[in-house]
Nanobody, 115 residues
Framework: QVQLVESGGGLVQPGGSLRLSCAAS????????MGWGRQAPGKQRELVAQ???????NYDDSVKGRFTISRDNNKNTVSLQIDSLKPEDTAVYYC?????????WGQGTQVTVSS
């Protein structure tokens, strides 16, 4: 069982930045691929970025160059630095922990990009 708690969302103007954080608790966390997904109103949840325990990254093409994922295995946290925000980035952002069998999701944090 893994518990995930996100923080750092909010309202930001286009071109601004945010840093999302996810605190994880549970057993064998280093065995999980950690990451972030997002879900905009009326759309399906999509993967944004993920990082393996060996720090191998994967980003959706829509966020490459603007989003940076990182993890701290000592603190059991995974973060998402979001720069050059666009209105289309508006969504609920969810932290996830993907194991060989199960994927755990947090409750989400709202990011709204608007002037």
């Amino acid at each position: 069982q893994v518990q995930l708690v996100e923080s750092g969302g909010g309202l930001v103007q286009p071109g601004g930045s945010l840093r999302l954080s996810c605190a994880a608790s549970g057993n064998f966390l280093t065995s999980y691929t950690m990451g972030w997904g997002r879900q905009a109103p009326g759309k399906q949840r999509e993967l944004v970025a993920q990082i393996t325990n060996n720090k191998i990254f994967n980003y959706d093409d829509s966020v490459k160059g603007r989003f940076t994922i990182s993890r701290d295995n000592n603190k059991n946290t995974v973060s998402l630095q979001i720069d050059s925000l666009k209105p289309e980035d508006t969504a609920v952002y969810y932290c996830f922990a993907k194991g060989r069998v199960l994927t755990y999701w947090g409750q989400g944090t709202q990011v709204t990009v608007s002037s």
